[in-house]
């Protein structure tokens, strides 16, 4: 079936460090792909996402990019903030019935200045 | 837009009572909504599919007649735990998925934390 493997946590990284979260998938079909973040004591927000090979999701200096051909879609983050620190969940949407988010296991991520 | 409610943020509750937990799409309606548990530290185990007008939709290995499932209008579901006990304390948390045409990702409540004393 299908499913999302993050690499494991916790990453402990200085502020402006360079960040990069392994994720890889296993799907039929072609799945679109997501990352969300969830801040401590707080629900999950859509951080970025892409539906087609090739696409590259971006958003508050977050970067991932959907390859196909290695089935990955890694987060990356050129210089990290102390409020970058949270818990970040790679997902891919279900390929059929209602459309179902089958969620990796989350990375968390401690930035300390 | 896509802002996703959920009442109560958090409730302590006795073993043996019931507790209901809302979910509510504030800015559009949805036709789905999906229904998680949340343990400490780990991912996000979805329990079922709620879908307005008709029954959940379950996952594998969740009791259907404890965790009761409504979705009685476009902008809510409620999820109900019956007979409430310490291990179905957690973090449930509810999402929205938005209506075709907008995309299919889902937006999340900020989820709802129970403790079974």
């Known amino acids: 079936g299908d499913s999302v493997t993050q690499m494991e946590g916790p990453v402990t990284l200085s502020e402006e460090a360079f960040l990069t979260i392994n994720c890889t998938y296993t799907a039929t079909g072609y799945p679109s792909l997501f990352w969300y973040v969830q801040y401590p004591g707080e629900g999950l927000q859509l951080l970025l996402k892409a539906t087609k090979a090739d696409d590259k999701g971006s958003n508050k200096g977050f970067e991932a990019t959907y390859r196909k051909e290695t089935t990955s879609f890694h987060l990356e983050k050129g210089s990290v903030q102390v409020s970058d620190s949270a818990v970040y969940f790679c997902?891919?949407?279900?390929?059929?019935?209602?459309?179902?988010?089958?969620f990796g296991a989350g990375t968390r991520l401690a930035v300390h200045p | 837009g896509a802002v996703v409610s959920q009442h109560p943020s958090w409730v302590i509750c006795k073993s043996g009572t019931s507790v209901k937990i809302e979910c509510r799409s504030l800015?559009?309606?949805?036709?789905?909504m999906f229904w998680y548990r949340q343990f400490p530290k780990q991912s996000l185990m979805l329990m079922a599919t709620s879908n307005e007008g008709s029954k959940a939709t379950y996952e594998q290995g969740v009791e259907k007649d404890k965790f009761l499932i409504n979705h009685a209008s476009l902008t809510l579901s409620t999820l109900t735990v019956t007979s409430a006990h310490p291990e179905d304390s957690s973090f449930y948390i509810c999402?929205?998925?938005?209506?075709?045409?907008?995309?299919?990702?889902?937006?999340f409540g900020p989820g709802t934390r129970l403790t079974v004393t």
């Open positions: 800015d559009f309606q949805a036709t789905t």
């Open positions: 999402s929205a998925r938005v209506p075709s045409g907008g995309g299919r990702e889902q937006y």
């Open positions: 997902a891919l949407l279900f390929s059929g019935g209602y459309n179902k988010l089958i």
